[in-house]
């Protein structure tokens, strides 16, 4: 063999090595959220938010490029459902969406309750007494919205955003409001209310929500950030960044638990 097709053999070999080898090698994806704080949120013209500086940290350990987009929950769903390379978050992790998307996770995990104003004589301690007492309005791309539907709450208000349900509320065209623990600082403020105003009524829901990346991303991205997550609760990382954004909150023993990820 001459020395021309020996430099050609190895060349080719270092060609089929390459391909081989990509889809291990770094990856530029394209991540979707909402206006959802404290978890995702605008601040300063750039994304903000506990679901952001962990996948922030996540992209700089598995050494993928990441461009995070803030767009409307149903544009993001849709356009992560579709691209290669693409995801969402933080999405909360239901049964019909299990076979939809890849999963990375869980990122959080929060509980939902019923509020009311404090001077409005209200006591809700079940659905039932929120179906028959309350008047509501939400968001109409949460899944508390669908989740109450499917229990027969026939008469809530859909409203665009968290902003207009709060006015509703402080207005008092609504006695009732929905809220996770974590954001209810975050909606108060958007009417200038504060927590001494409203009391916590019958808590309904406890979820973990999760990245959800494309059906079309490569598999090996998905298994990387995934490890990569679970590398970063091994060495504190992932409970330092908590505590910094929920100082008044303890962590939920689950949300270390990323085997849940895996059901």
């Given at each position: 063999?001459?020395?021309?097709?020996?430099?050609?053999?190895?060349?080719?070999?270092?060609?089929?090595?390459?391909?081989?080898?990509?889809?291990?090698?770094?990856?530029?994806?394209?991540?979707?959220?909402?206006?959802?704080?404290?978890?995702?949120?605008?601040?300063?013209?750039?994304?903000?938010?506990?679901?952001?500086?962990?996948?922030?940290?996540?992209?700089?350990?598995?050494?993928?490029?990441?461009?995070?987009?803030?767009?409307?929950?149903?544009?993001?769903?849709?356009?992560?459902?579709?691209?290669?390379?693409?995801?969402?978050?933080?999405?909360?992790?239901?049964?019909?969406?299990?076979?939809?998307?890849?999963?990375?996770?869980?990122?959080?995990?929060?509980?939902?309750?019923?509020?009311?104003?404090?001077?409005?004589?209200?006591?809700?301690?079940?659905?039932?007494?929120?179906?028959?007492?309350?008047?509501?309005?939400?968001?109409?791309?949460?899944?508390?919205?669908?989740?109450?539907?499917?229990?027969?709450?026939?008469?809530?208000?859909?409203?665009?955003?968290?902003?207009?349900?709060?006015?509703?509320?402080?207005?008092?065209?609504?006695?009732?409001?929905?809220?996770?623990?974590?954001?209810?600082?975050?909606?108060?403020?958007?009417?200038?209310?504060?927590?001494?105003?409203?009391?916590?009524?019958?808590?309904?829901l406890q979820h973990q929500s999760f990245l959800a990346f494309s059906q079309a991303t490569?598999?090996?991205?998905?298994?990387?950030?995934?490890?990569?997550?679970?590398?970063?609760?091994?060495?504190?990382?992932?409970?330092?960044?908590?505590?910094?954004?929920?100082?008044?909150?303890?962590?939920?023993?689950?949300?270390?638990?990323?085997?849940?990820?895996?059901?």
């Amino acid at each position: 063999m001459g020395r021309g097709e020996t430099r050609i053999g190895t060349l080719g070999l270092a060609l089929l090595a390459w391909l081989f080898w990509q889809p291990l090698q770094a990856a530029q994806l394209l991540l979707y959220s909402e206006e959802n704080p404290p978890l995702n949120f605008m601040r300063d013209g750039q994304p903000a938010g506990f679901s952001v500086e962990l996948v922030q940290l996540l992209s700089a350990r598995t050494g993928d490029a990441i461009k995070i987009e803030l767009v409307p929950w149903t544009r993001g769903y849709a356009q992560a459902r579709q691209q290669a390379n693409s995801g969402l978050f933080s999405v909360v992790r239901l049964e019909q969406r299990d076979g939809l998307f890849q999963w990375v996770g869980p990122l959080m995990e929060t509980r939902t309750r019923f509020y009311a104003r404090r001077d409005s004589g209200l006591r809700i301690d079940s659905l039932d007494d929120a179906r028959r007492l309350g008047r509501l309005a939400l968001p109409r791309q949460w899944y508390s919205l669908e989740y109450l539907q499917g229990q027969g709450f026939d008469t809530i208000f859909t409203v665009t955003s968290p902003d207009k349900m709060m006015h509703m509320f402080k207005s008092q065209r609504i006695n009732l409001i929905v809220s996770s623990e974590i954001a209810l600082p975050y909606f108060l403020a958007l009417e200038g209310m504060s927590p001494d105003q409203i009391e916590a009524q019958f808590s309904f829901l406890q979820h973990q929500s999760f990245l959800a990346f494309s059906q079309a991303t490569d598999p090996a991205v998905v298994a990387r950030w995934q490890q990569a997550l679970e590398a970063i609760k091994a060495d504190g990382s992932f409970t330092r960044i908590y505590q910094r954004w929920f100082s008044d909150l303890p962590l939920p023993a689950g949300l270390l638990d990323s085997r849940a990820a895996q059901r």
